[in-house]
């Protein structure tokens, strides 16, 4: 039980931190682009792979339940992704509730991946056959 709770710490500090890191890098490397081009990039590039390396660390520490540990160490941060105004129309609420519907599965099915390829034997693996 600990092992889990600090799993989920541990999944919730490295999306802050990696969410924090990553704003570094594009704020440094930002010279010569939009507004609109660095929100499309974090939207479509950087918050996936951000779920995605969440959800394999997830997957690599976890000994059992790596996907239900990978969405509690995520919600956190995808609900942190949202605007902290609450919609008012149906697109507003589509815009406001798909990036957590979208973001939270792509890391649990991450962990979920690396968990059965990790924990696999080499024969039954498929690779030694």
Known sequence: MLRKVLLVL???VTSYGLAALAGY?????????????????VRF?????????VGCLVGLLSKDHPIATSIVGLAPWAVMLVSPYKP???????????????YIPLGASAAGFVWR??????????LLA
């Open 117 to 126: 390829c990790w924990r696999k034997p080499p024969s039954q693996s498929g």
């Open 88 to 102: 008012v129309s149906i697109s507003g609420w589509a815009g406001w509730l798909v990036p957590i519907f979208v």
């Open 45 to 53: 590039v950087v918050s996936p792979l951000i779920a995605v390396l």
């Open 25 to 41: 890098v594009l704020y440094a490397n930002s010279t010569g682009r939009s507004e609109a081009h660095l929100s499309t990039t």
């Open 10 to 12: 541990m999944a919730v």
